[in-house]
C-alpha cells in the first residue's frame, strides 16, 4: 500500500499529481501553517463529552465523508469540532504525532505501510496484509511510538482491486481473477506507477493468479484516465477501488480477489494518544459507528456524493440519522 | 534527507534500465527538442514575415498567447481525452502526439511574440536606408531586419527552450516519457530522496539551458559583435551599428 494511494479524488487525483514536487518541498512548512494555526487540539481538554477536536484527513470524496461522520457524531456528542482536509497524509499525519490535530479517518493497510515506510524507508517490508487483524497489530506497534493509535476499524472498505469491462467479463465468463489467469491470454494493465515493483500489483497477479501481464500503463490507482483506458479497450484490466461508486455507470466490474491478494483497507480511526485518555468517550462513539458501517453503505455515500452531487455533510448526517446514531 | 538525495544519484541502479535517469533523460530531450522545433518551425517564419509586413502581429500574437492562458495540462488532457488520443507515438510514447501538439502550443507564444515585436523594433530608418540603397524586401528582411531582431528573436527561443523543458514533465501524467516518470513513480513509492532527485535533475538542466541559450543569444546579436570587434581590434571608421 503506498501512501498517496487515496490522496485525491480520481478526477482531481491526476491534475494534483503536477504540483506535487512543490508540494513535497514545501510540505515539512506549509503543513505547520496549515494545520497549527488554530490548532490547539483538545489534548489538554480533561472534561468528557465537551472540548475542541481538530479532525484533520484527506480532500476528497471518500474522505469528506468519513470526516463528515466524524464531525457530526462528535458534535452531537458535545464537542466543538473543526475539520481541516488536505491533499495528502504526510501533510496531517506529522501534525497528528504533535497533537495540532486529534483525530483522522485513514486505511488500514495505507496507513500501517505509510508508518512502515516512514520508519524504515521506502524499501521497507511490507507488514500489512490481507488480515485486518493482524494488520491492525502491525499498525499500533508503528503507531504507539509517534504518541498515535487507531480505533476500532470500520468493517468498509476501500481496498485495491481490479475490474474489467462487463462485456470482457460476460465473453470470456470472468468473475474472479482466478478466472482472468486461467483464461492465458496477455492482459494489458492499468494501474499505480510503481505497479510492476509490487506484489499486491503486477507481481502478484502474475505469482499468484497466473495472469500474463504484457504490459502496465501507469495511469495511477483508481484514476479516470486508469478507468478511460478500460472503458475505451486500451487496458483489459485496472486497478480501482472497492468502493468506487462510478465503475457500474462506466460498465465496469470487479474481479474477485479470491485468492486473498489485497492488503485489508477498512476505514480506521486515527487519534492522537494524548487526546484519547483525555477524551475517552470519543472512542466509543466512533467505535459504535464503525462496527456498522459497510463497504455499501460507503460506496452509496460516494455515489451521491460524486454522481447526484450531494454534499458530504449532509449524506454523512443523513446516513447516521438513518442508523439512529444521531438525533 | 540531502544524504538520501545524494545515495539516491549514488545508486548506479537508479541510472539504468527503462526507468533509470539516463534513459528518461533521453526521453526529455527528444521530447523537448521536438516541440520546441516545431514551434519554431512554424512560429519563427509566420511571426518574422508577418513583422516585415508589419500586419497582422497583433492578431497573431494574441491567438498564440491563448496557449498561454490555458494550463498546458488540461490542453494535454482534453487532447488525450478528445481528438488525438492517447495512442503510442513512436519514442514519445503513450499519448506522444497529444503531449507535443500540447507542448507547441506552450512553446508558441514566446517565440512568435518575441520574433514580432523584434522585428518591429528595428529602426526604421535603417529599414528605408536599406530600401534607398537598392534593396530588395527579401534582401531587407535576411540583411538587416533579422540581424538586428536576433537578439528578441534568440530570446523568444530562449523562453521556450526553458519552458518546455519544464514542462515536458507533465508526460508523465498521461503515462508518456521523459523525465517526470522518476518524480511521478517517486512520489507513488513514497520515496521523497526520488522526488527531489528527479526534480532537481529537471531544474539543474533547465538552468544549464537558460545559461547556455544566454551564451548563444550574446554570441548571434550582430549589434554586440560589432562593439566587440571595434573594441578588439580598435579599427578606425568601423561602423557602430545602433538598434
Known amino acids: 500500500m503506498s501512501l ?79 475539520l481541516k482536509l488536505v491533499e495528502s497524509r504526510d501533510v496531517y499525519e506529522p501534525e497528528m504525532e504533535k497533537g495540532n490535530v486529534d483525530l483522522s479517518a485513514d486505511y488500514l493497510s495505507s496507513m500501517t505501510e505509510y508508518l512502515n515506510k516512514a520508519e524504515n524507508g521506502p524499501d521497507a ?17 508503528l503507531a504507539a511510538p509517534r504518541g498515535i493509535e487507531p480505533l476500532e476499524p470500520a468493517q468498509a472498505q476501500d481496498a485495491n482491486a481490479f475490474a474489467v469491462t462487463e ?7 470472468l468473475t474472479s481473477l482466478s478466472d ?44 479516470q484516465g486508469t478507468k478511460d483506458a478500460l472503458a475505451k479497450g486500451e487496458v483489459q484490466l485496472g486497478q480501482v477501488g472497492t468502493s468506487d461508486a462510478t465503475l457500474e455507470d462506466l460498465g465496469l466490474v470487479l474481479l474477485e480477489d479470491d485468492k486473498e491478494l489485497q492488503n485489508a483497507e477498512n476505514l480506521v480511526p486515527m487519534v492522537n494518544s494524548d487526546f484519547l485518555k483525555a477524551n475517552r468517550d470519543v472512542a466509543t462513539v466512533l467505535n459504535e459507528m464503525s462496527a456498522g458501517l459497510s463497504t455499501d453503505d460507503l460506496a452509496t455515500m460516494i455515489g451521491k456524493v460524486d454522481g447526484n452531487r450531494e454534499l458530504p455533510e449532509d449524506v454523512a448526517r443523513a446516513y447516521l440519522q438513518d442508523k439512529g446514531l444521531i438525533s | 534527507m540531502l544524504t538520501d538525495v545524494l545515495a539516491w544519484f549514488a545508486d548506479p541502479a537508479n541510472w539504468q534500465g527503462e526507468g533509470g535517469i539516463l534513459n528518461r533523460l533521453l526521453e526529455h530531450v527528444l521530447l523537448s527538442v521536438t516541440a520546441t522545433a516545431a514551434a519554431a518551425l512554424v512560429g519563427l517564419p509566420l511571426a518574422i514575415w508577418l ?31 478528445g481528438p488525438i488520443g ?49 534593396m530588395t524586401g527579401v534582401q531587407v528582411l535576411r540583411e538587416v531586419e533579422i540581424p538586428l531582431a536576433l537578439p528578441l528573436i534568440m530570446s523568444g527561443l530562449r523562453l521556450a527552450v526553458v519552458q518546455v523543458w519544464a ?25 521523497l530522496a526520488q522526488v527531489v532527485g528527479g526534480a532537481l535533475v529537471i531544474a539543474v538542466i533547465a538552468l544549464a539551458l537558460e545559461v547556455l541559450m544566454v551564451t548563444l543569444q550574446r554570441r548571434l546579436d550582430p549589434v554586440a559583435r560589432a562593439k566587440r570587434q571595434a573594441a578588439g581590434t580598435s579599427v578606425l571608421g568601423s561602423v557602430e551599428l545602433r538598434s
Not at chain 1, 60 to 71: T, V
Not at chain 2, 51 to 80: C, D, K, Q, Y
Open chain 2, 167 to 191: 514542462t515536458a514533465t507533465i508526460a508523465a501524467l498521461v503515462a508518456g516519457p521523459g523525465l517526470g516518470r522518476i518524480v511521478t513513480l517517486g512520489f507513488v513509492r513514497q520515496d
Open chain 2, 51 to 81: 513583422g516585415h509586413l508589419g500586419r497582422g502581429g497583433t492578431l497573431a500574437i494574441n491567438i498564440s498567447n491563448i496557449g498561454r492562458a490555458i494550463p498546458t495540462f488540461a490542453v494535454l488532457l482534453v487532447l488525450a481525452l
Open chain 2, 86 to 134: 492517447t495512442s503510442y507515438l513512436g519514442p514519445y510514447g503513450r499519448a506522444g502526439l497529444a503531449t507535443l501538439v500540447a507542448l507547441v502550443l506552450f512553446a508558441l507564444p514566446p517565440i512568435i511574440t518575441n520574433a514580432y515585436v523584434g522585428m518591429r523594433e528595428v529602426d526604421r530608418d535603417l529599414v528605408e536606408s536599406a530600401r534607398g540603397m537598392g
Open chain 1, 125 to 141: 517490508k511490507v507488514v500489512a496484509s490481507n488480515d485486518a487483524d493482524a494488520t491492525v497489530e502491525e499498525l499500533q506497534k
Open chain 1, 167 to 173: 462485456e470482457f467479463a460476460r465473453k470470456n465468463n
Open chain 1, 180 to 223: 482472468l489467469g486461467k483464461l492465458g491470454s496477455p492482459i494489458k494493465l492499468a494501474a499505480a506507477e510503481d505497479c510492476s515493483q509490487r506484489t499486491d500489483c503486477e507481481i502478484g497477479l502474475e505469482k499468484t493468479y497466473g495472469i500474463d501481464i504484457s504490459k502496465v500503463e501507469p495511469l495511477g490507482f483508481g484514476t
Open chain 1, 4 to 82: 498517496f494511494r487515496r490522496p485525491l479524488t480520481s478526477r482531481r487525483r491526476v491534475a494534483t499529481a503536477a504540483v506535487v514536487a512543490p508540494l513535497l518541498l514545501l510540505g515539512a512548512c506549509a503543513g505547520d501553517d496549515a494545520l497549527s494555526s488554530d490548532g490547539g487540539g483538545g489534548g489538554d481538554t480533561a472534561s468528557a463529552g465537551g472540548g475542541t477536536v481538530v479532525i484533520g484527513g484527506q480532500n476528497y470524496s471518500e474522505m469528506q465523508i468519513m470526516s463528515s461522520m466524524y464531525q457530526a457524531l462528535l458534535e452531537d456528542a458535545g464537542y466543538d469540532v473543526t
